[in-house]
């Protein structure tokens, strides 16, 4: 019976970027109560999940309060 292979654990990556950027970072991980690295995972998952919905040819579509649809336009 052949052995299983290690699952890869998490890789550590230092980023640089603006201060705004961290400034969003921080407040979005507050609101959330979770980690930086968790708000760096779900933008990646996100962002992901809608580059694959457009390659797919679909629409990305928000509706706001008022009812109105607005297209994203992802590039």
């Known amino acids: 019976?052949?052995?299983e292979?290690?699952?890869p654990g998490p890789v550590k990556t230092t980023l640089s970027l603006?201060?705004?950027a961290v400034s969003v970072?921080?407040?979005l991980a507050e609101e959330r109560n979770v980690s930086l690295a968790e708000v760096v995972r779900r933008a990646l998952t996100i962002e992901k999940f809608l580059t694959d919905a457009r390659k797919d040819g679909c629409r990305i579509l928000v509706e706001d309060p008022e009812?109105?649809?607005k297209e994203l336009i992802i590039f």
């Open 25 to 27: 970072m921080r407040e």
């Open 18 to 20: 603006p201060e705004e």
């Open 1 to 3: 019976m052949p052995a």
């Open 5 to 7: 292979k290690p699952r």
């Open 67 to 69: 009812k109105l649809i």
